[in-house]
């Protein structure tokens, strides 16, 4: 509603404990760690990429890690798939 805004749904969770932002088991904890880590200004860019990767690129299973284009800042895109 045109208020900064970090609404950790499904991708977002799913996104920021791949990238290794932050370490939480459920959505509601992710929110909270990305409002502490990512400045206010940044709230609703990071959330909409996240929600826009994480519906395109990002799967919750079987993710394009080898068509993404931040999987070298990826923990688990250098982790846990063959390069």
Same mark, same amino acid.
């Given at each position: 509603?045109?208020?900064?805004?970090?609404?950790? +749904?499904?991708?977002?969770?799913?996104?920021?404990?791949?990238?290794?932002?932050?370490?939480?088991?459920?959505?509601?904890?992710?929110?909270?760690?990305?409002?502490?880590?990512?400045?206010?200004?940044?709230?609703? +860019?990071?959330?909409?990429?996240?929600? +826009?990767?994480?519906?395109?690129?990002?799967?919750?299973?079987?993710?394009?890690?080898?068509?993404?284009?931040?999987?070298?800042?990826?923990?688990?895109?250098?982790?846990?798939?063959?390069?």
């Amino acid at each position: 509603f045109g208020q900064p805004a970090i609404a950790a +749904d499904v991708h977002v969770h799913r996104i920021a404990n791949r990238l290794g932002w932050v370490r939480t088991k459920a959505p509601e904890e992710t929110e909270k760690a990305l409002k502490e880590l990512v400045p206010k200004p940044l709230w609703s +860019d990071v959330n909409k990429l996240f929600v +826009d990767h994480g519906q395109r690129v990002c799967m919750p299973i079987i993710p394009k890690c080898q068509r993404c284009v931040i999987r070298e800042f990826c923990f688990y895109g250098r982790t846990q798939l063959p390069q």
